[in-house]
């Protein structure tokens, strides 16, 4: 099965529980990246910004919620259960946020050039079969001077990392089990987590992209960073 088909079967299977198994996970704490996230964006004071890979929404909702009217807020995905359940948290909410979900690949995106005046990816990077070619897409979409904003795992400093690997490995698939009843696809995480570049790689790889002034903003002791960029 291609990876990306593997991915979004994955999501699918967890999705439920996936909000949940997030905060409990995370032990509350992606709360505040996310605010930390948005409150980045909120800056730029942006028309139009496109969550992608936005999963259940949290962020896209975050951002409608903190941007206010003015600012057009639309979330991607390629995963539709995950879609279905941003959508249904959408209708529950009063007044129900005017928030476009939709299905699109971050590989090949349905959007115009130079269309959009922010981009917004939490913890989706990571997932993507082919990371340059979604820098692109993402760098395509943005209009000149546009931002980007990654959101995603990184590796934490170094006194901190026996404890945190062994905490993936060991404890994170037996805790996401319990909760989710898949402790495959946090075995999976874990493991990607553990992959992927550190924040200096992924600043490079931003900048071959196209983006210039590229930041990383280390959180946690490292465990997830901000990587913002301009196209
Ligand atoms: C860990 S979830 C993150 C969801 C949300 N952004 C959050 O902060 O909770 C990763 C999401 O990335 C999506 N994803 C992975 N690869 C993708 C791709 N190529 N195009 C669109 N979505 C993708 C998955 O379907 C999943 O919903």
């Given at each position: 099965?291609?990876?990306?088909?593997?991915?979004?079967?994955?999501?699918?299977?967890?999705?439920?529980?996936?909000?949940?198994?997030?905060?409990?996970?995370?032990?509350?704490?992606?709360?505040?990246?996310?605010?930390t996230l948005v409150r980045r964006v909120k800056r730029t004071n942006p028309g139009n910004v496109v969550d992608l890979a936005t999963g259940s929404g949290d962020v896209a909702f975050a951002l409608k919620r903190k941007l206010g009217v003015r600012t057009k807020v639309q979330g991607l995905d390629f995963c539709q259960p995950m879609l279905d359940e941003a959508e249904r948290k959408r209708r529950n909410r009063n007044?129900?946020?005017?928030?476009?979900?939709?299905?699109?690949?971050?590989?090949?995106?349905?959007?115009?050039?130079?269309?959009?005046?922010?981009?917004?990816?939490?913890?989706?990077?990571?997932?993507?079969?082919?990371?340059?070619?979604?820098?692109?897409?993402?760098?395509?979409?943005?209009?000149?001077?546009?931002?980007?904003?990654?959101?995603?795992?990184?590796?934490?400093?170094?006194?901190?990392?026996?404890?945190?690997?062994?905490?993936?490995?060991?404890?994170?698939?037996?805790?996401?089990?319990?909760?989710?009843?898949?402790?495959?696809?946090?075995?999976?995480?874990?493991?990607?987590?553990?992959?992927?570049?550190?924040?200096?790689?992924?600043?490079?790889?931003?900048?071959?992209?196209?983006?210039?002034?590229?930041?990383?903003?280390?959180?946690?002791?490292?465990?997830?960073?901000?990587?913002?960029?301009?196209?």
């Open positions: 099965m291609p990876e990306a088909e593997a991915v979004c079967r994955m999501f699918g299977r967890i999705a439920k529980r996936y909000d949940l198994s997030n905060h409990l996970l995370s032990w509350g704490i992606d709360f505040w990246w996310r605010r007044p129900v946020p005017a928030i476009h979900f939709g299905w699109a690949d971050i590989l090949d995106l349905p959007l115009e050039s130079d269309s959009v005046d922010a981009v917004t990816v939490a913890f989706g990077i990571r997932n993507l079969e082919n990371r340059s070619r979604g820098l692109e897409e993402i760098r395509r979409i943005l209009r000149p001077g546009g931002k980007v904003f990654i959101l995603e795992f990184s590796q934490p400093y170094r006194w901190f990392r026996p404890f945190y690997y062994t905490y993936l490995k060991y404890v994170l698939p037996v805790l996401a089990g319990w909760i989710t009843g898949r402790p495959e696809a946090y075995d999976y995480l874990g493991g990607t987590i553990v992959k992927f570049p550190r924040r200096r790689g992924l600043t490079l790889e931003i900048r071959e992209a196209g983006f210039h002034d590229v930041l990383a903003i280390p959180m946690t002791l490292g465990i997830v960073s901000i990587h913002q960029g301009t196209a």
